[in-house]
């Protein structure tokens, strides 16, 4: 499985960007799709997922009604949406698959990832 992330950059802040993470090498509608995103200095936190039909999306609360992932089964591809964008959102941005994830909880636990891709770099001026 090999996930490529791409669509970073500089935004300022109240500006949008959006994420395609493109799956290859795996049934894409076997998967479950995560973003996950790690600022200097801290760990790396969830910020979205979306199960593997794309009927059920989660969402960290700091990025709720601001963020919108969705997936593309033509595509292979996951997006993450984001607007209004806060300096805070400033991290790279990571996406995961996994088969085996069925839960809330497990969807939001990035040890439970199989697969990641490389990262993408969002930074949002003030």
């Known amino acids: 499985v090999q996930l490529q992330a791409s669509g970073g950059g500089l935004v300022q802040a109240g500006g949008s960007l959006r994420l395609p993470c493109a799956a290859s090498?795996?049934?894409?509608?076997?998967?479950?799709m995560g973003w996950f995103r790690q600022a200097p200095g801290k760990e790396r936190e969830f910020v979205a997922a979306?199960?593997?039909?794309?009927?059920?999306?989660y969402y960290a609360d700091s990025v709720k009604g601001r963020f919108t992932i969705s997936r593309d089964y033509a595509k292979n591809t996951v997006y993450l949406q984001m607007n209004n964008l806060k300096p805070e959102d400033t991290a790279v941005y990571y996406c995961?698959?996994?088969?085996?994830?069925?839960?809330?909880?497990?969807?939001?636990?990035?040890?439970?990832?199989?697969?990641w891709g490389q990262g993408t770099q969002v930074t949002v001026s003030s």
């Open positions: 090498g795996v049934t894409f509608s076997s998967l479950s």
């Open positions: 995961a698959a996994d088969h085996n994830l069925s839960s809330p909880a497990a969807r939001r636990d990035l040890r439970l990832y199989d697969y």
């Open positions: 979306v199960n593997w039909n794309g009927g059920v999306t």
